[in-house]
């Protein structure tokens, strides 16, 4: 069977099934059911948030946040993430101003966020990256200083804390994913999170149409509802999220074990941190070394995947934003295999091939 960058948590199918018996008995398919209630607040208590939204998927998520805080002009943002932070503000028709990264921690670099900072500038929307925090206290600084606000890509992030708290605390709004391919996920699905009631007030609405009643609109809005049925799957996975990190870090640290002495660098996590172990990305010395690697796991079905490649400043649509680091990370950087069922012989195989194919 192919070893593939990742695949989904597969709960048993009894846990779930028992959950669509209630959906079947009461048919209420979705317009906030009770199951997606349930989520929102299991998922509260779990992330220790004040207010969280449940939607169908992170780029919703992403969409609604710009809006419900009514970003206009530029928006200041990483180019090593995935493509749907830049696409969803320039889906927004906001300008995506790309700050390079930090080399180490392949998060946007606080230091140079002051000198992109122009009359237009209305926000920062930075990833925390394969689950790594940002410097939330050097961006917090520099936006209180400009009276910017903060929205984070949350969508690697689940299950990270940062200086005890839940990582998805921090910014104005927090957006994540609940997407197949993702930690903790929902089949599709996303949220948001905040702790001011008016933004809270601002996304319910946005999310449901604009209706603030049943016969009032309170303001435009789009459908970022989910089911029951998604909430069904959430609430059935959320029960084995402790064992889904305790496995994660266990392979992730197999791994490293297994990859010492090569040229090949590790993200840097920040201290404080309680990390998720969302991603297992190395650095190669050239895109020649990745290249070579990938070709020996293809011809093994291993399929690591290019996360992120190419930098989001290389877009066809993000124009004249040059960041050299990030373009130079994303030619090396490659995310192993990593998911629930992998085994240690499997990581085995996939260490003697990367240590082989690179001639150690
Ligand atoms: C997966 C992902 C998204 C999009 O989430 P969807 O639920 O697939 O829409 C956004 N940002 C990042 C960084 C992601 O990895």
């Known amino acids: 069977m192919n070893i593939t960058v990742t695949k989904p948590f597969v709960p048993p199918f009894g846990e779930f099934q028992t959950y669509l ?127 910017l606000s903060v929205i984070y890509d949350a969508a690697h992030a689940f299950g990270t804390r940062y200086k005890e708290r839940s990582l998805l605390a921090y910014g104005d709004i927090a957006t994540c994913s609940f997407h197949a391919t993702k930690l903790f996920h929902t089949i599709e699905g996303g949220a948001v999170t905040t702790s001011n009631p008016e933004i809270l007030k601002n996304m319910a609405m946005m999310r449901n149409f604009g209706h603030s009643s049943l016969t009032e609109f309170g303001g435009v809005g789009v459908n970022g509802k989910n089911s029951e049925v998604h909430a069904a799957m959430g609430l059935t996975n959320l029960k084995y999220l402790e064992d889904i990190l305790a496995v994660r870090k266990e392979l992730c640290d197999y791994y490293k074990s297994s990859l010492t002495d090569l040229p090949i660098v590790f993200q840097k996590i920040a201290p404080d941190t309680e990390y998720n172990n969302a991603y297992f990305p190395v650095i190669f010395e050239s895109e020649a070394m990745l290249l070579h690697v990938i070709e020996a796991l293809n011809l093994n079905n291993v399929y690591p995947r290019r996360y992120f490649y190419p930098s989001l400043s290389e877009l066809p649509y993000v124009h004249d934003q040059s960041s050299p680091i990030s373009e130079d990370i994303s030619r090396r950087i490659l995310c192993l295999p990593l998911y629930h069922t992998l085994s240690r012989e499997e990581v085995d195989m996939i260490c003697r091939l990367v240590k082989r194919s690179i001639r150690y």
């Open 21 to 147: 018996q209630g959906v079947w008995e009461r048919e209420w398919f979705t317009n906030n059911g009770p199951l997606v209630n349930e989520l929102e607040l299991k998922l509260k208590e779990k992330l220790d948030v004040d207010h969280l939204l449940f939607l169908s998927n992170g780029t919703i998520a992403l969409q609604i946040a710009i809006r419900a805080l009514d970003l206009q002009g530029e928006i200041i943002t990483t180019p090593f993430s995935y493509v749907a932070t830049t696409s969803s503000i320039v889906w927004e028709r906001c300008k995506p101003v790309m700050v390079d990264i930090d080399v180490d921690t392949l998060n946007i670099d606080p230091s140079k966020i002051e000198q992109a900072i122009t009359p237009k500038t209305t926000a920062i929307l930075a990833t925390h990256v394969f689950g790594n925090p940002c410097d939330v206290e050097a961006i917090e600084l520099v936006a209180k200083k400009y009276g």
